[in-house]
């Protein structure tokens, strides 16, 4: 979706996923907060699960929001991504079907999502319930993949993220676990990233998408059912009350500071899935001055 801004010559090109965690952004785009703050922004439809970081990684994109592991994952990059802001908070589900427990995974299939934040949950639950090389894992194509495969019986547990879990469980699915017993009740699933030198020469880009995303946040805030209403064409087959549930499991939060110890704590789990050693976390990983200017600047417009 395009804005216009006669101040810029060639849009800013963003980048989401397709988790109700980007819901900032996605109101952000749809109710047009960008061209307000003199911004023109492009950003491409999704293209597949993993499209956004692949983006972000090959320089098409300049600043997205994505999973929150993607920082770790990437950080050995010569050009590493910045978390720069939040998005959304929680809505990362381990789920199995009807009537499942833990202790019963021992044997089963569970699916998951390779490179994402899901993927680094299930590890973390599996570990912390002593069922890690208990369980066969298999990497899943699609959230709707997942949602099948869990009622067909393919898995007998899948990684999901609001607005299916909220689904899912409308329908029988069993919560085994929403990531607050192994992480804690502040956990990020979708931030806002930047490469560190977008972060480094284009600041002012930077804190000019954060402030769009926190109007949108007021904005979801004083009328849920509005924003949610606005953005639905994004989640086709889902009811506007299942939006609306799965906004109470994954609540938008942008200024993500002082929370970013929940980001930094799923390194060592990452680097272990990735087969690397477990070095120390690199400080440059976050990065949150361009937020607190776009907090102050919207606390005086």
């Known amino acids: 979706m395009h804005s216009t801004a006669a101040t810029m010559t060639q849009p800013l090109t963003l980048t989401h996923g397709g988790a109700l965690s980007n819901l900032p952004l996605f109101l952000a785009l749809d109710a047009e907060l960008f061209a307000p703050l003199g911004l023109d922004v492009f950003a491409a439809p999704l293209d597949g699960f993993g499209s956004t970081a692949g983006r972000l990684r090959d320089g098409s994109a300049a600043i997205g929001t994505t999973g929150f592991t993607q920082v770790l994952a990437d950080a050995t990059s010569p050009d590493p991504l910045v978390a720069v802001a939040g998005s959304g908070l929680r809505g990362m589900a381990v789920l199995g079907r009807r009537g499942a427990t833990l202790k019963s995974l021992v044997g089963a299939t569970v699916g998951t999502f390779a490179d994402d934040p899901m993927q680094v949950l299930l590890a973390d ?166 937020l607190a200017r776009a907090v102050e600047a919207e606390a005086y417009a």
């Open 125 to 290: 639950v599996l570990a912390h319930y002593g069922l890690d090389g208990r369980v066969h894992v298999r990497m899943m194509r699609s959230l709707q993949a997942a949602a099948d495969g869990l009622e067909q019986g393919e898995f007998q547990s899948v990684t999901t993220i609001e607005p299916w879990i909220s689904f899912l469980r409308g329908r029988g699915a069993t919560l085994l676990s929403d990531g607050t017993d192994v992480w804690g009740p502040d956990y990020p699933d979708t931030i806002l990233v930047a490469r560190r030198s977008v972060v480094d020469t284009a600041p002012d880009q930077i804190v000019t998408v954060i402030r769009a995303m926190l109007r949108a946040e007021r904005m979801i805030g004083d009328h849920p059912r509005s924003a949610l209403r606005a953005v639905a064409h994004r989640f086709p087959g889902f009811s506007l009350d299942q939006l609306s549930a799965g906004l109470v499991g994954q609540p938008p939060c942008v200024d993500l500071r002082g929370k970013q110890a929940a980001l930094l704590d799923r390194w060592p789990t990452v680097r272990r899935l990735a087969g690397l050693p477990p070095d120390p976390v690199p400080s440059t990983l976050v990065d949150f001055r361009c």
